[in-house]
Each structure stands twice: as C-alpha cells, then as structure tokens.
T-cell receptor, first 115, second 114 residues
C-alpha cells in the first residue's frame, strides 16, 4: 500500500518569495510521483511528474520538484511566487507495477500569495 | 483535442435518491478513473475502468458503482444517497492500461445531497 503526507494544509508566502510545498510518501515498490494544482471550481491539472531517470523534474509555470528516495520526499518549489499561483496543490503517488492508473493523493496544501 | 467532459456539472438530490454521473474521456483514451473529493476526506479513488472492465476499486460501499461503454464513456451511479455523499466527483482519462500513463482530469460534477 502507498500513502502521501503533505505537511501544512495552508501555506502563505509573499509575492516574489520562494514557494516550498512539502510531500512525503510511503510505497512498497518504486513509485511514480506527481504534483497537481486545482483552481477554484476546476479539476486537477498536472504540474509535473517523476517516473524514472533524473530526480529533479521541471514542470509548468516555473515549478520543480526533486525526488529524494533516502528521504521519501518529493517537495515542490518555485523560486518566485506569483499571485496567479494561489491555488490548492496535491501530491500524489501511484505504483510502478503495471496495475493501472490508481492515484493516492495527499491531503492538499492551499497556497496563498500575499501582494 | 477536446478535454475530459463531465455532465452534469452541478446536481442537487435528496437523501434516498439515486444519481448517475457521466464522463466522456479524451478521444482515444481507454482508461477512465473516478475520484471523490470532500473537505473532510480529501481526494479518494473510487474505481478505474479499462476496455469496459473494472480494473481497480477503492474502499467505497456497494452503493457506488460504475460502468464503461464500448466508446470508453463512463458512468458512475450512487444509489440510496446519503448526506455524506455530497462531494465533487472527478473523472480522469488515460490513454492505455498497463504501466502508468498520464491522466487528464475533467472539471468535476458537484453533487449536493439535501
């Protein structure tokens, strides 16, 4: 079984400041890891994903995340926050075992950006 | 290419009724998954269909069911609605089965049970 923990249900940063959203996972087999963003009244949009290969992955809108196996972490970062980044962010994991597309999500982190 | 569409977008039902939600995947996608999103429980996996067969199922009671048609469109049904079924129901489609492939989410159907 796999699980995801996102530390901090709410994170507030000033515009232009570093964004750091934390995600830790547990998985019995090599995982695939994802970050999704959800804007109000919308579905989920994929920001970035880690499957295999390079552990530092870059996504859309200037976000990136680093897969650290030793720390079982996949934290999301962005050097400079923009007002349009205000949204809810979800970290998710699925198993790399050809068993389908089931995603397990963390509880989400609501990012607020102050002017 | 059109994205994942879900109908209806909003729905109000009363306790004890049943409801059917529809999801049309991206053209060419054969996998459809359903998720329930609530403030208390977050995002939870309901089930996944691939080529008209249920491949994975989450931990939900039998009141929640689904099916997939030959054109990959999927429906989910909730019978004997309870207040706790009020949620945003999200559908996601993927190209294939087997190893994971990127899923694309629809805008969701917001169900309110009174």
């Amino acid at each position: 079984a796999q699980s995801v923990t996102q530390l901090g249900s709410h994170v507030s940063v000033s515009e232009g400041a570093l964004v750091l959203l934390r995600c830790n996972y547990s998985s019995s087999v090599p995982p695939y890891l994802f970050w999704y963003v959800q804007y109000p009244n919308q579905g989920l949009q994929l920001l970035l994903k880690y499957t295999t290969g390079a552990t530092l992955v870059k996504g859309i809108n200037g976000f990136e995340a680093e897969f650290k196996k030793s720390e079982t972490s996949f934290h999301l970062t962005k050097p400079s926050a923009h007002m349009s980044d205000a949204a809810e962010y979800f970290c998710a994991v699925t198993l790399n075992n050809n068993a389908g597309n089931m995603l397990t999500f963390g509880g989400g982190t609501r990012l607020m950006v102050k002017p | 290419k059109a994205g994942v569409t879900q109908t209806p977008r909003y729905l109000i039902k009363t306790r004890g009724q049943q409801v059917t939600l529809s999801c049309s995947p991206i053209s060419g996608h054969r996998s459809v998954s359903w998720y329930q999103q609530t403030p208390g429980q977050g995002l939870q996996f309901l089930f996944e269909y691939f080529s008209e067969t249920q491949r994975n199922k989450g931990n939900f009671p039998g009141r929640f069911s689904g099916r997939q048609f030959s054109n990959s469109r999927s429906e989910m049904n909730v019978s004997t609605l309870e207040l706790g079924d009020s949620a945003l129901y999200l559908c996601a489609s993927g190209f294939t089965g087997g190893s994971y492939n990127e899923q694309f989410f629809g805008p969701g159907t917001r169900l309110t049970v009174l």
